[in-house]
C-alpha cells in the first residue's frame, strides 16, 4: 500500500510569507507526527496528532507555527512570516494508533526561505 | 529534558567491517529505543525497536543492544556493504510522551567498495 505521502517535495519562499505543507498518513493510520530536521538542531518533534485532535503542541517553536488535521487524515502545517531559521526539512509520520511504536515517516518538505 | 547523543557523526569503512554504532541518553527512563536509517533526500525507515525491557533484537546483519541503566545502545552492523551508506539515527520513547520520539543527532555512515 502507499506510505506518507508530502506535499510539496521542495518549497522556496521570501522572508515574511506564509507556507503551507501537506501530509497524507497512511491509509487508517490515527496518529500522526510532525517533526523538523535542520542542520544546526537535528530532528525536532514538533505536534502529534490523535485522530483529529492534538494532546501535544509542545515542540512547536513559536506562535507563528500552526497545524492541523481534518478527517482524521490529512494534515496540514502552516508556517505564517517565515524567518530564515525556519529553512529546514519537514517530516510528517503516522502510525497505527498511539500505542502502536513503528512510526512510518514520508519522504519531507525541503523548505527554503530566502 | 531528554538528550540523546550519537558517537561518532561520521564514519567511513571498507566493505566487509564489522562496526558499531554508539548512542546514549541521559533518561532511563524511557519506553523504547528505535534505530532509523535515512538516505539522502529521503524520510526515514525504521531498523530495529527495542523495549524496554529488552536487551536486544536483531534483523539479518543489524544487532541492536540496550543497557537502560547506564543510558546507551549500540548498533552493530556485520560484513558492511556499500548499499549500507546511509545516515543511522537513534530515537528513545519516553515513559510519559505521546509517543514524540526524541533524536540523537545520528552517524553518517560510508562504506567503501
Known amino acids: 500500500g502507499a506510505g506518507v505521502s508530502q506535499s510539496p517535495s521542495n518549497k522556496v519562499t521570501e522572508k515574511g510569507k506564509d507556507v503551507e505543507l501537506r501530509c497524507d498518513p497512511i491509509?487508517?493510520?490515527?496518529?500522526l507526527y510532525w517533526y523538523r530536521q535542520s542542520l544546526g538542531q537535528g530532528l525536532e518533534f514538533l505536534i502529534y496528532f490523535q485522530g483529529n485532535s492534538a494532546p501535544d503542541k509542545s515542540g512547536l517553536p513559536s506562535d507563528r507555527f500552526s497545524a492541523e488535521r481534518t478527517g482524521g487524515s490529512v494534515s496540514t502545517l502552516t508556517i505564517q512570516r517565515t524567518q530564515q531559521e525556519d529553512s529546514a526539512v519537514y517530516l510528517c509520520?503516522?502510525?497505527?494508533?498511539?500505542?502502536?511504536?513503528?512510526?512510518?515517516f514520508g519522504p519531507g518538505t525541503r523548505l527554503l526561505v530566502l | 529534558k531528554q538528550e540523546v547523543t550519537q558517537i561518532p557523526a561520521a564514519l567511513s569503512v571498507p566493505e566487509g567491517e564489522n562496526l558499531v554504532l554508539n548512542c546514549s541518553f541521559t533518561?532511563?527512563?524511557?519506553?523504547?529505543l528505535q534505530w532509523f536509517r535515512q538516505d539522502p533526500g529521503k524520510g526515514l525507515t525504521s531498523l530495529l525497536l527495542?523495549?524496554?525491557?529488552?536487551r536486544e533484537q536483531t534483523s539479518g546483519r543489524l544487532n541492536a543492544s540496550l543497557d537502560k541503566s547506564s543510558g546507551r545502545s549500540t548498533l552493530y552492523i556485520a560484513a558492511s556493504q556499500p548499499g549500507d551508506s546511509a545516515t543511522y539515527l537513534c530515537a528513545v520513547r519516553p515513559n510519559n510522551a505521546g509517543n514524540m520520539l526524541t533524536f540523537g543527532g545520528g552517524t553518517r555512515l560510508m562504506v567503501k567498495p
Open positions: 533518561d532511563s527512563a524511557i519506553y523504547n
Open positions: 509520520a503516522s502510525s497505527l494508533d498511539r500505542n502502536q511504536e513503528t512510526q512510518y
Open positions: 491509509s487508517g493510520h490515527t496518529a
Open positions: 527495542i523495549q524496554s525491557s529488552q
